[in-house]
């Protein structure tokens, strides 16, 4: 028996879903997922480290209010982040829009 995760460049074929396009964005959430808890461990390590130097507690951190300046540079990250997640979508609706136009 073909094991289904057997192409990790085309994602799984047709575990979860009907279209092998939903079981690679499934992939695609989960290998997200994944890397978004290696960061929050590192980072968790990184505030109980400064906390036990005495740097900056814990609650300083939860506290702390960036000021405008640092809050736009957040900002203008937040958006360039979500613009390239979305990328393939605005890409594949731009797609159909043109061939309308046809």
Not at 2 to 26: C, H, S, W, Y
Request: proline residues 5%.
């Amino acid at each position: 028996m073909a094991d289904p995760m057997q192409d990790t460049m085309n994602g799984p074929t047709k575990i979860f879903a009907e279209d092998p396009n939903v079981d690679r964005l499934f992939a695609m959430v989960l290998a997200l997922g994944a890397e978004i808890s290696k960061v929050d461990e590192k980072l968790d390590s990184l505030l109980l480290l400064l906390e036990q130097l005495h740097l900056v507690s814990l609650a300083e951190v939860e506290q702390f209010q960036p000021n405008e300046a640092d809050q736009a540079r957040r900002d203008r990250a937040r958006k360039d982040f979500i613009e390239a997640m979305l990328a393939p979508f605005q890409l594949a609706a731009d797609a159909l829009v043109e061939k309308a136009r046809k």
